[in-house]
């Protein structure tokens, strides 16, 4: 069987150019060489067309620099073990084969790592051959740590260079709230706290160089528990390998004595931090070099990998991938429309065509299991994960798109607590928010030159309520009928955004008392919506999006 995998990638090489695979530059000698990664999300496959890396390339990289005597420590910022097909159908476990396989020494735990919950998190953790950094995950009742907050390694070279782990406490509300109940990711002050027992601690172990290994992010929504806020108000970091917002630095951002590198997302780059003469510096490996066109099996490729690949690990990772999407290869609709899957502009800023069709299954699934009394439904845009071309739809390309394995639900509430939701899942928009609300069954406007006025935080949440609810938001109508803010409304929604997640705290004490599963997976809902009510075909419909959502910018 290894024998068929390693032909079949050397005939797919032949045809896309890649025996001619080159390392992009030598790598200087007897230095310490931190290499870092980040929201990977599953993309462990080396893809000239998609720009990733992979695991393979990654492994080689390290080896090289290893055989020309270099002291090399591999480290992940978070998100590696949720995204695609071939690392969620494992829940996370074929992820970190892949990183075991590739040397990984210490990685961190991102919000997604939690989005089958805790304790398959620590499954996880103990099936890693390298350790789950979460210095400021602890249990909510005593207060003791959940993963190990640090690792000190001693290198090759004599250095020893310490790693602490800081998670995002958005992961209370950006992994299902259900899913991390009984833990506690300290934030604001306490965060801090953390951070500086952790300098103070490795100092004291005889530390050379410490880094923060983070997933926390630089977004503004995040203050204040950003990667920034933590260094500003931290001394003795030397570097953060920070992940989450996705942020491409190319050579590092530098914050008082600081140096912060973040390496973009989906592995499309190796982040690569040199350490010589006291010095740190940063730089990028990428995968493509856009010299050439290539045309496999009628796709045209306008770049090609660069990027030498360990084989074994090549060949590990490709068969897993071929039996992931043998296993889902099944074509069972198609779109004559590209339906967007963007972030932003996208589903993150705006009403899409892909969240129209997606919020219509969810509408459509809830009324066929509980009666056409439910009158709108609701989706969160950071639930969609990518865009589905213009071709045949299969189920590989379903749980890509909706990868989270959410469950159609439905809650009853008030119209206040409905348009509460909605005022606080666009408190940043025009800029992006995973939180943005695709809908179906009601109309609504945006003001986005009304500034957004923060009440109480949210409790177990990094997220604020609205202080004046409606102040930006105007809810034209429900279920066809005109809004009513003492009205009660029946809305189907993913049981995630039901639980209170992201920023819909507004809907935790409705679905607490109405809430109701229907059994229905989000992506199987929208299978039966596209074979039963669109005849196996999106089509002209959906070719825009439909008039449901307007933002005054």
């Known amino acids: 069987m290894k024998r068929r995998i390693l032909a079949l990638l050397l005939s797919l090489a032949l045809v896309l150019g890649l025996t001619s695979m080159v390392m992009a530059e030598e790598a200087p000698k007897g230095k310490l060489v931190i290499l870092h990664t980040n929201d990977v999300h599953g993309r462990a496959v080396a893809d000239p067309a998609g720009g990733y890396l992979g695991y393979a390339a990654i492994a080689q990289y390290k080896k090289d620099l290893e055989a020309a005597g270099d002291s090399v420590l591999l480290l992940d910022a978070g998100d590696a073990s949720q995204g695609m097909p071939l690392v969620n159908l494992a829940y996370g476990k074929n992820a970190i084969a892949f990183m075991n396989a590739a040397g990984y020494q210490a990685m961190t735990l991102g919000n997604h790592e939690f989005d089958w919950g805790v304790d398959n998190a620590k499954i996880l953790a103990g099936e890693a051959k390298f350790p789950f950094l979460g210095a400021n995950i602890v249990d909510h009742l005593s207060g003791e740590l ?24 958005e992961t209370f509300t950006k992994a299902h709230p259900d899913k991390v109940r009984g833990i506690d990711f300290l934030q604001g002050d306490k965060l801090i706290e953390v951070a500086k027992k952790q300098v103070e601690e490795l100092t004291a172990a005889g530390a050379d160089l410490i880094i923060l290994l983070s997933h926390l992010g630089m977004d503004e929504e995040s203050a204040p528990n950003r990667s920034e806020d933590v260094i500003e108000q931290v001394s003795g970091i030397h570097l953060v390998i920070d992940g989450h917002s996705h942020t491409l630095l190319e050579k590092g951002k530098t914050v008082g004595e600081t140096l912060i590198v973040s390496a973009g997302y989906h592995g499309m780059n190796l982040g690569v931090v040199t350490f010589e003469d006291g010095k740190l510096s940063a730089k990028l490996f990428n995968s493509l070099k856009k010299s050439a066109v290539v045309e496999h099996e009628g796709t045209v490729y306008s770049a090609i990998l660069t990027a030498k690949l360990d084989p074994e690990i090549e060949a590990l990772v490709t068969a897993a991938d071929l039996a992931v999407k043998e296993e889902l290869s099944t074509v069972f609709a198609k779109t004559t429309v590209h339906l967007n899957g963007d972030r932003d502009p996208g589903n993150r800023t705006e009403e899409t065509n892909l969240g129209d069709f997606a919020a219509d299954a969810i509408l459509w699934a809830a009324k066929q299991a509980l009666g056409d009394h439910v009158q709108a439904s609701l989706t969160n845009g950071g639930g969609i994960r990518a865009s589905i071309k213009i071709g045949d739809i299969s189920m590989n390309d379903m749980k890509t798109v909706f990868p989270f394995g959410n469950e159609v639900s439905v809650l009853e509430l008030k119209g206040s607590e409905l348009l509460e939701a909605l005022e606080a899942a666009t408190n ?60 009660i409304y029946v809305v189907a929604t993913n049981d995630f955004t039901a639980a209170g997640g992201d920023t819909y705290y507004a809907f935790r004490y409705p679905n607490a008392t109405s809430g109701y599963k229907t059994g229905l997976a989000l992506e199987d809902a929208l299978v039966r919506f596209v074979t039963e009510v669109l005849n196996g075909v999106v089509g002209d419909e959906y070719a825009n999006p439909q008039g449901r959502i307007t933002v005054i910018k």
Do not use: H
């Open 146 to 169: 959940v993963f190990e907050a640090n690792k000190l390694f001693e290198m090759e070279n004599g250095m020893k260079v310490g790693v602490f782990g800081l998670s995002t406490p």
């Open 428 to 487: 940043s928009t025009p800029k992006a928010i995973g939180a943005f609300p695709q809908v179906a069954g009601m109309v609504f406007t945006i003001d986005t030159t009304v500034p957004y006025e923060e009440g109480e935080q949210y409790p177990e949440s990094t997220y604020f309520a609205p202080k004046n609810p409606g102040a930006r938001v105007k809810i034209e109508s429900v279920g066809g009928q005109p809004f009513d803010p003492e009205a």
